[in-house]
């Protein structure tokens, strides 16, 4: 199976501030790369498809980049919503893997 | 807009059968290229694919799980189920249902159930 590894696990930052989470695969995926966010007691929520694309009603200041092993989740102005659990997937064969989770927290 | 919904006991006995129940509704579990799939989230942790049914029947369950899951469809109820052996401890997790759709070579999810909170405890 494809492991999927993401830095940092938690992150302190205040609003307003831009933030990169990273994610690596264990090995080349293309494009087939999502991330979700979640906050407590809710489900994931879809923020990013095929690595860049962002869904519908997911605001400008998220985006994604990269391919192949290495993907980036970036986060500009920070809102206050945007505190959550920020979580990578690949999903170009079953099973899907998640990475662990990067916590976003408010400094 | 699909909409999935899990249901089953929130408290399992160690070495007993976990079953819990995804409802969907606003579509037919049988029509269209889907797949069925089963997540879990134990406390403060991250997500672990458990399995998944495709519409055809063909399922596939992670092989650390593989020798004790079970996953069907009951198409006269719009339903599809997790069944789950021998749990222990390490079983607890909130379980979701969800869906994934084929896009491109693979296959995305594309609809969550709110999650439900499976304990394993006597």
């Known amino acids: 199976d494809i492991q999927m590894t993401q830095s940092p696990s938690s992150l302190s930052a205040s609003v307003g501030d831009r933030v990169t989470i990273t994610c690596r695969a264990s090995q080349d995926i293309a494009n087939y790369l999502a991330w979700f966010q979640q906050k407590p007691g809710k489900a994931p929520k879809s923020l990013i498809l095929?690595?860049?694309t962002l869904e519908s009603g997911v605001p400008s200041r998220f985006s994604g980049s990269g391919s192949g092993t290495d993907f980036t989740l970036t986060i500009t102005n920070l809102q206050p919503e945007d505190f959550a659990t920020y979580y990578c997937q690949h999903y170009n064969h079953y099973p899907h893997t998640f990475g662990q989770g990067t916590k976003l927290e408010i400094k | 807009q699909v909409q999935l919904q899990e249901s089953g006991p929130g408290l399992v006995k160690p070495s007993q059968t976990l079953s819990l129940t995804c409802t969907v509704s606003g579509g037919s579990i049988t029509y269209g290229d889907y797949c069925w799939i089963w997540i879990r989230q134990p406390a403060g942790r991250g997500l672990e694919s458990i399995g998944r049914v495709c519409t055809g029947g063909n399922t596939v369950y992670i092989p650390s799980l593989r020798s004790r899951v079970t996953i069907s469809v009951d198409a006269s109820k719009n339903q599809f189920s997790l069944k789950l052996n021998s749990v222990t401890a390490a079983d607890t997790a909130v379980y979701y249902c969800?869906?994934?759709?084929?896009?491109?070579?693979?296959?995305?999810?594309?609809?969550w159930g709110q999650g439900t909170l499976v304990t394993v405890s006597s």
């Open positions: 969800a869906r994934t759709r084929p896009y491109g070579v693979g296959d995305l999810i594309d609809s």
């Open positions: 095929a690595a860049t």
